[in-house]
């Protein structure tokens, strides 16, 4: 199956700094990749869609300023987290859009957990 | 935008047993229903779908059913084992999977009791 990675796994950072976060598709080409966001003992909520070579689409309420998604290459994605602070620690999720079998559907990474001191 | 609801959220069922976990959807321009389990700290795994063309999918223990004009799916698990315990999430999408992202339910925390 699709193998999608992520770094880092972990990241502890003091309030106000930015944290980059990596997603790549490993053994696939990903023209899509997904980044959700999901807190401790809730759902996964989608952040945004990030697009090789075109703008995010944010969801409502993400603060696309705040949450800088870059997809420049069919294998690669990154969302820095910009001016960190407490209320954004989390466990970072990203998904690429994958076909196998003539369909397509949605492989995750193993998800970054992020601590804003 | 798309609503998913699912329930129960705590499903605790003796080993051996079967396990059914339910889910609705508000939009009816939904076509791709994805089970996801995910166990603590790690990252959700698909484990079936089923797409709006089919009423039922199964893959040895595990089976979904979807009722579009009702909009709701389930997952069925049957002989549960311990290592079924876990949260299971409901997923829908619009373009099959692909071109949108997942709007997930809340999750079912299933417990499998020796």
């Known amino acids: 199956g699709a193998v999608v990675s992520q770094h880092p796994s972990r990241v502890i950072c003091k309030s106000g700094t930015s944290v980059k976060i990596e997603c790549r598709s490993l053994d696939f080409q990903a023209t899509t990749m997904f980044w959700y966001r999901q807190f401790p003992k809730q759902s996964l909520m989608l952040m945004a869609t990030?697009?090789?070579?075109?703008?995010?689409?944010?969801e409502q309420g993400v603060e696309k300023d705040k949450f800088l998604i870059n997809h420049a290459s069919l294998t690669l994605s990154t969302l820095t987290v910009t001016s960190a602070h407490p209320e954004d620690s989390s466990f970072y999720i990203c998904s690429a859009r994958a076909r196998e079998r003539n369909q397509e559907t949605q492989y995750f990474g193993p998800g970054t957990r992020l601590l804003v001191l | 935008g798309e609503n998913v609801e699912q329930h129960p959220s705590t499903l605790s069922v003796q080993e051996g047993d079967s396990a059914v976990i339910k889910c609705t959807y508000s939009?009816?321009?939904?076509?791709?229903f994805p089970w996801y389990k995910q166990e603590l700290g790690k990252r959700p795994q698909l484990i079936i779908d089923i797409r709006s063309n089919v009423g039922e999918k199964k893959d040895q223990r595990i089976a979904v059913t979807l009722n579009k004009t009702a909009k709701h799916f389930s997952l069925h698990i049957t002989e549960t084992q311990p290592e079924d315990s876990a949260v299971y999430f409901c997923?829908?999408?619009?373009?099959?999977?692909?071109?949108?992202?997942?709007?997930f339910g809340k999750g079912t925390h299933l417990i499998i009791q020796p």
């Open positions: 990030s697009n090789e070579g075109s703008k995010a689409t944010y």
């Open positions: 939009d009816s321009a939904s076509n791709y």
């Open positions: 997923a829908a999408s619009k373009t099959g999977g692909g071109a949108d992202g997942l709007t």
